[in-house]
């Protein structure tokens, strides 16, 4: 009987991988003409160009807030499987090769622009529009907490799409593709060695291990928790009404099925308001979407064993999908993440309390913005190696574990995007202020934002790996003479084993230095690229946007600190770069913030 089982299952293994190659590759087309449908495909047109994909939660969130909104445009489909997302006609409109973008042109009294950056378009959207439903709050503490709702999705997106790459396309590809037909179709022509990297991690099932699989599942869990916990007798997450923060944690939320979280009635009724959120807020008629219901409805029926066991015969390997149920019991609610902070008394005549961790490009940016807004503030020290800000007592001060986070009038805001306009809000009038860091015209906030987010994907998809090596292995490995003491020092600050065994394991690390050179180039690789656009971007310009220093330049500099201290240089080959960091130096503000960096890599022998 199990013999005739598994010839049974050879012979639909092999009739699904036929219809998949006719489905695949039946229909083929040379690259010339491929190429020339692209270009006409992203041609510029008049009009609000909206560039979606239909399973991407960040174009979703653009897509809901146009219809919500009711503004007239037009959309077209980027095919991210077949890459149409790095054809130089899109790079062109989205050098970051993402969607959502978003192109306007002709239309009276809004200069033409191409957009991108969920969260910067929303927000353009949002004020660009303003006689259409607002759904950022006006007043600058609502508008803060919707953000900080946005951050939270965000920081949550930071354990979601790996597991989602690891869990599900990972799956999916091998399924579809032999490693040599998935190679030529997403690597072949790819001049971007961090996207290959990216792309051959995801098809082998190495973007997580087994165990980071079932820690960000764990996370993820937990991330649902205070989603549980604030929806206690709320219709919406912030405030009275709907809000761009539940535009913001929808999408991507109700996607864990795919994930294999969420699939078993034992994990669905642990989260009954988080569940009642989704069915009542995704009923709107601006959450519709054909395809994505159609893909959301199969989920629960997609046979996931069968495809992980065709997957692994085509590209002979032995991946195994994990689910939720299988880690829901080392999900401890009481450690979930703490919904608002308590603001401690300020000393003497300072005005913000300012947490944060030097070397973290995200705390120089607030550092920074403080000094420039002639903000009265002090620092308190948050060591991010000894875990202190997963400690508990932090925890209630900053829920999401955030460093940099402020205090300031009874307030607690983090995020340092959110911070920095919070900031500039209530003391850009101040005399010491050399000015506003945001700027009035809403096209240059917009690119102030987009900035923002480019220097913030840098940092979590490229720099974030280099830094771990390069100095947080260093630092651990300065302070700690055994596995024994550094486990000791970290359970001072926290028990949630998913994150004491991430520092445990980097100490532990014994892999040669030839092979972490290797493991690490393609980070290396893709900061030059962002390198080579930033470069290109300030040539002939004094300043990122307008003619002024704004928040785009304080973020973007201070991200560039750390290059040197993770072996990335900015010499002579980005000469562009090179001036526009030397004038900023001559203000005191980052001349102090750099140096500051720079003892702190010292005196821990960097």
């Known amino acids: 009987m199990m013999a005739l089982t598994g010839v049974l299952l050879a012979v639909l293994a092999c009739a699904v991988a036929l219809v998949l190659a006719w489905v695949k590759y039946g229909k083929t087309s040379s690259k010339k003409a491929q190429d020339t449908l692209l270009r006409k495909k992203f041609v510029l047109r008049d009009g609000i160009t909206f560039y979606d994909y239909f399973l991407s939660p960040c174009a979703r969130r653009v897509r809901i807030t146009l219809e919500e909104k009711g503004i007239d445009h037009h959309v077209v489909h980027v095919n991210l499987e077949d890459r149409e997302n790095r054809h130089p006609s899109f790079l062109a409109i989205n050098p970051l090769g993402k969607v959502p973008a978003m192109v306007v042109r002709g239309v009276p009294g809004i200069p033409n622009c191409c957009l991108y950056e969920s969260n910067a378009i929303t927000e353009w ?127 991507r939320t109700a996607m864990y099925p795919l994930l294999g979280l969420l699939e078993t009635a034992e994990e669905r009724k642990r989260y009954p308001n988080v569940l009642r959120y989704i069915q009542d807020v995704a009923s709107k008629p601006s959450f519709q979407s054909k395809k994505w219901l159609t893909i959301m409805s199969l989920v629960p029926w ?114 340092a995007k959110n911070i920095m306009e919070y900031l500039d809000t209530s003391f850009s009038s101040l005399p010491a202020a050399s000015g506003p860091l945001l700027p009035a015209a809403a096209i240059d906030r917009v690119r102030v934002r987009m900035w923002q987010g480019w220097a913030h994907t840098c940092l979590h998809y490229q720099l974030v790996h280099l830094y771990k090596q390069y100095v947080l292995r260093p630092v651990l490995r300065g302070k700690f003479s055994a596995q024994d003491d550094l486990l000791a020092a970290l359970q001072k600050s926290t028990t949630a084993a998913e994150h004491t065994d991430d520092l445990v394991h980097l100490f532990e690390q014994t892999t040669s230095s030839e092979e972490v050179e290797k493991a690490m180039n393609p980070y290396k690789e893709g900061l030059r690229k962002s390198l080579e656009h930033l470069d290109s971007e300030l040539k002939e310009r004094e300043f990122l946007v307008a003619s002024r220093l704004t928040a785009a330049d304080v973020s973007v500099f201070s991200l560039l600190l750390l290059f040197k201290w993770v072996h990335v240089e900015i010499g002579e080959e980005f000469p562009s770069v090179t001036a526009w960091m030397s004038r900023l130096v001559a203000r005191p503000a980052f001349f102090f913030t750099q140096a500051a960096v720079d003892r702190y890599m010292l005196e821990h022998g960097i």
């Not at 037909?181 to 790819?190: I, P, V």
């Not at 420039?372 to 020290?381: K, N, R, T």
């Open 302 to 415: 997609i046979p996931w064993s069968l495809v992980e066991w065709i997957g692994n015969w085509r590209s002979g390997t032995e991946h195994r999908r994990i689910h939720g149920i299988d880690v829901l019991k080392e999900v401890d609610a009481s450690e979930g993440i703490p919904l608002q902070a308590a603001p401690p008394p300020l000393p003497g005549d300072s005005e913000v309390l300012l947490y944060h961790h030097t070397p973290w490009p995200e705390s120089a940016a607030v550092r920074i913005a403080c000094t420039e807004l002639g903000v009265q503030f002090i620092m308190e020290e948050v060591d991010m190696a000894r875990l202190q800000h997963r400690a508990g007592s932090y925890l209630r001060l900053s829920p999401l574990g955030e460093v940099p986070t402020i205090f300031h009038a009874g307030h607690t805001v983090y995020d």
């Open 125 to 251: 959207l949002d004020e660009q529009f303003p006689h259409t439903v607002q759904l950022y709050p006006s007043d600058p503490w609502q508008r803060a907490q919707a953000k900080m709702w946005q951050r939270w999705e965000s920081v949550m997106a930071e354990d979601f799409w790996p597991l989602l790459y690891t869990n599900c396309s990972g799956f999916v590809f091998r399924l579809l593709y032999s490693p040599d037909a998935f190679q030529k179709k997403f690597c072949s022509g790819e001049k971007d060695p961090y996207q290959v990297a990216k792309s051959l991690k995801t098809y082998r099932g190495e973007i997580l291990s087994p165990r980071e699989m079932r820690r960000n599942a764990v996370r993820l869990f937990k991330w649902l928790d205070t989603l549980e916990r604030a929806l206690e007798d709320r219709v919406y997450i912030c405030g009275d009404g709907f809000t761009t923060a539940d535009i913001s944690v929808i999408p």
